[in-house]
């Protein structure tokens, strides 16, 4: 018994065959990007699903997809939305994996004292008010 086809949106009708084939094409390297705009390690994703690294590499580089719950366990640690993930609608955010790491950083400094926030973020003044003084960026 085959799938039916079915409308998306303004879109027009596709088979299951195809969907399932665009997605399995280009799934590992959407979930590659996902993770390091996120500034995240394939440990960490891992980590975060409940997997091994090896499953998070093995998805990111074979030609088939995760089961559905592990789909929206990636979804969610990634923060997109599943339709995102498995490339049904475009990805949005476009996070540079510089700044991902940066602000991966800057989420640890949260879990500081307040105090040593402080001390942080007059460290980080400090050195940018340096750097634009002495014309270097």
């Excluded at 969610?76 to 540079?96: F, I, N």
């Amino acid at each position: 018994m085959g799938f039916a086809p079915y409308r998306v949106e303004n879109q027009p009708i596709r088979s299951a065959s195809s969907v399932k084939e665009r997605t399995h094409d280009s799934f590992g390297q959407r979930l590659a990007a996902l993770r390091k705009q996120r500034g995240l390690t394939q440990q960490e994703l891992g980590k975060a699903v409940g997997v091994s690294k090896r499953v998070i590499a093995y998805y990111e580089r074979a030609g088939s997809q995760p089961p559905g719950v592990m789909l929206s366990d990636l979804a969610s640690a990634l923060r997109v939305p599943t339709d995102e993930l498995l490339g049904v609608k475009p990805l949005t955010e476009k996070t540079r994996p510089k700044t991902a790491r940066l602000l991966k950083r800057l989420r640890r400094v949260e879990e500081l004292p307040a105090a040593d926030q402080r001390a942080v973020l007059k460290l980080v003044d400090a050195l940018v008010q340096a750097r634009s003084h002495n014309g270097r960026r």
